[in-house]
DNA sequence: GACAATTAGGACGTATTCTGTCCTATTTAA
DNA sequence: TTAAATAGGACAGAATACGTCCTAATTGTC
């Protein structure tokens, strides 16, 4: 291999150990035509390297101040997947960063080819997620110290304020956080109550890192806590209701909600605790399937009240 | 202009961010025969950059110390935006992103400075997303075509098989993409109809990039368009509901589908058409809060079946 | 010693890419 | 105005890159 790949590197390499060449320098050096080095300036802008271009007399070739070896090479199927999650990132809109959304792109952008620049713009103009979007972005004064607090294991202070109660401080050991259906969420370890507990990131007013350092449990899974935490404890009432469907469409009607079902002879077992027996028989009655309520009795006058109801709508 | 430079610069960037490959890897890394392997190894030894290996079983190359990539800085904000994205790219399942995102993010904190390196960790571990999910990724060799299709604004020709319906060859002008609720969508116009279709993408069956060219339209809305298409268009009864409250508590429990509901004296109308009455009647009944059945009589009765079924649950 | 897995490099045919030449166009400085 | 630099399209002919096939040598394991 002697040829143009060895003339296009050498190239770089000349560019990189001499402040400025003009084009025919550059031609002498390489042995090539005027032509053909112009067609390597190219090359090297395709790789994704800048080059600085003087026109006129005493025109001349530069590299980027700074710029060294080599580019960034992402195959298509990494530009696609760094380009979705990008666009997904939009919607997440934790802290200010839709702002900096556009500086990573920008940054990714000067060392991609441009073969990869194209198809990541296209990608970008292309393509639309509708996913659960955060209204607003947690204040970014939140955000830094709780973030500096999963990373380094440290305890928060934090001001809370709770559904319908008033703001309480507590000293909490962050876990994890959870974007859950257009909201952020923090679980941890709260030392107010001595337990496991989840907080909405809108609802926090205050939060300090304290000196105070904490061990994570081990395989912590922020998600299976969250879920349980919100089917699983609210509610005055016990309620069990078998689904007789399977796992899987079970899955595709209800979403994650399925995760918390166990499977049993007959189906599998809905176990979770509620306060309105309304709400919950109006959520039953779109499930696709056939279902039996064992528990409780209330729930039972809820699904017979909200189907009177709807024969009443039918019959108008 | 740019093969056999670019698979060069890539075998310098495998050599500087792994101890030491085979020629075995780094054929299949880079796409080419072991002898072009050996090939490049020349190259670099001619451009000037010195490489080691090693004769024999377990042999391989390394580069002598000292070629090293420059770190790329991110700020925190921009660290985080971009490690959320990649978390969420996991969802979003199109083709093979799974072990992309996986590379990418090697690739990145390969460049990464130590602390931003340390900040991505924990971002990756201790933050959940809970987001739809897609079921199965589109197939790569259908993906690849229509990619270049969406950067390069050039026809397709697909095999679609639309609901209950047999597989129709059609040509298409792939306008976007869009992800939405689980499934992968490509809106386009659609020669066959003449006119902006819909298009799921795990129902192709057979994609080909084609030579002709189109203008994609400026400022063309993909989420507009399947919003309205999605519930505009499809089915074959005409469906109007009266659905009695305000466009913020309907938004709370329908979701994005709010957005098709139009504002009349007595509440919001939904207007829309369906293939099955039943499915509908059931959507219809988790709602909480009055409706109408104007059109049709159809949907009428099937609500008043699923109040039947409902009622003889709440018997048991 | 045999075998397997690695390194090394020459030769060949084929498909693709690259090159210099020619040309037009634009930008600077003297 | 002239000269010296940048820029890029088009064309015909030459050069390059690639995989395949082959021989050769080096290691480690059984």
Not at 56 to 79: I, Q
Not at 167 to 175: A, G, I, K, L, M
Not at 211 to 229: I, K, V
């Amino acid at each position: 291999m002697s040829g143009p790949t060895i003339r296009v590197l050498s190239l770089l390499e000349l560019l990189q150990s001499h402040g400025r060449l003009s084009g025919t320098e550059l031609a002498a050096r390489l042995g090539v035509d005027k032509r053909t080095v112009r067609r390597y300036i190219q090359a090297l802008e395709q790789l994704g390297i800048p080059v600085t271009t003087e026109h006129g007399c005493d025109g001349g070739y530069m590299l980027v101040a700074g710029f060294k070896l080599p580019p960034m090479m992402f195959t298509n199927d990494e530009t696609l997947a760094l380009s979705l999650g990008l666009l997904a990132a939009h919607n997440l809109n934790l802290a200010d960063t839709q702002g900096a959304i556009s500086s990573v792109q920008a940054k990714l952008e000067r060392v991609m080819p441009a073969k990869l620049k194209s198809r990541s713009r296209a990608i970008a103009d292309t393509i639309k997620l509708i996913l659960p979007a955060s209204d607003a972005g947690t204040p970014g004064q939140h955000l830094a110290p709780l973030l500096d607090a999963l990373e380094q294991q440290r305890s928060v202070s934090i001001c809370y304020t709770s559904y319908q109660q008033a703001s309480v401080v507590r000293q909490v050991d962050p876990y994890g956080l959870l974007f859950r259906s257009g909201r952020w969420y923090m679980s941890g370890y709260c030392h107010l109550r001595q337990e496991l507990r989840t907080f909405r990131l809108d609802r926090l007013q205050q939060i300090e890192l304290l000196q105070q350092r904490f061990n994570r449990p081990e395989n912590f899974d922020t998600a299976e806590h969250f879920t349980r935490s919100l089917y699983g404890m609210s509610g005055n009432l016990d309620v069990q209701v078998m689904l007789h469907t399977d796992k899987h469409t079970a899955t595709q009607a209800m979403g994650e909600t399925a995760s918390m079902l166990k499977p049993q002879a007959g189906g599998l077992l809905l176990s979770t605790r509620t306060d309105s027996c309304y709400c919950l028989a109006q959520w039953l009655s779109q499930l696709p399937f056939d279902f039996s309520i064992i528990e409780p009795p209330e729930l039972k006058l809820a699904l017979q009240q909200h189907a009177d109801r709807l024969i009443a709508i039918a019959r108008r």
